[in-house]
């Protein structure tokens, strides 16, 4: 029985990447629903479905515990998945928590998508842990377009941003949460962009933590796994060699 990894596209790999450097024994099923991504701009009701349609797709083929490596659709559909399976299902929010607790005076920017900004799940986050109102949420749905695409042209990722962040003064950001699983592949062009003290975290290392925590309760360990790799395309099994892996590739030359 292998390890479920769901994301609309190639997000959810920046956490899968972290579960293989973690599970070395555990093998892998990771799903990417590439003929609907992206999820972030779409309605909660279409969002919902699709979720559903392909976890029970992964049921199917047999898993023991699934992670929702998508920040977007852990907020429309973490429930609904709890009440229709018997397996663990671990979901993702952005890292507002350690955001909030580690982070001083300055202020927090959340990078995300439309979505997950808009979800009641997100707001009840931020109105709990957000005292003294210094998270910011902004949208950057082109992000994950640009992951998707492969696109990681240096000059032109910073041209948007510089787009995008222009009216904010990038000084007062102590912390930035990385809450759409697509960013972290942007990390090392938001390093230059931000302050050199400036905090960017994501949720894949807590997240693989606490799946690490189910897999011990609930003595699900593999004994012979070899940290082999299934992935899927909207329902369709994909060759080992297929463009997943320059993705895993990538996500080792940025270590």
Request: proline fraction near 4%; include cysteine; hydrophobic fraction near 40%.
């Amino acid at each position: 029985m292998r390890i479920g990894f769901f994301d609309s596209g190639v997000g959810g790999i920046t956490v899968l990447h972290e579960a293989i450097k973690q599970l070395p024994r555990e093998d892998f099923i990771y799903y990417a629903d590439i003929d609907h991504v992206p999820y972030g701009t779409k309605s909660k009701e279409e969002v919902l479905k699709l979720v559903l349609d392909a976890v029970d797709f992964m049921a199917a083929e047999g898993i023991k515990v699934l992670v929702v490596a998508c920040n977007t659709a852990t907020s429309i559909a973490i429930n609904e998945l709890r009440q229709r399976y018997d397996f663990p299902i671990l979901g993702m929010e952005p890292a507002v928590k350690p955001a909030v607790e580690n982070n001083g005076c300055k202020r927090i920017l959340v990078m995300a998508t439309p979505l997950t900004l808009r979800e009641e799940k997100y707001q009840n986050l931020v109105t709990r842990l957000d005292q003294d109102h210094l998270v910011d949420g902004k949208a950057f749905p082109e992000l994950v377009e640009y992951a998707e695409n492969f696109y990681f042209d240096k000059d032109e990722i910073l041209k948007y941003l510089n787009r995008k962040l222009g009216i904010h003064n990038l000084t007062e950001y102590g912390t930035v949460v990385l809450g759409c699983t697509h960013f972290p592949y942007f990390k090392r062009i938001l390093q230059e962009l931000f302050p050199a003290d400036t905090h960017i975290i994501d949720g894949s290392t807590g997240t693989v933590n606490y799946l690490k925590k189910i897999l011990t309760e609930r003595k699900l360990f593999a004994e012979d796994g070899h940290g082999q790799v299934t992935f899927c395309s909207s329902g369709r099994k994909e060759l080992p060699e297929s463009r997943y892996a320059r993705y895993l590739l990538l996500l080792d030359q940025n270590q």
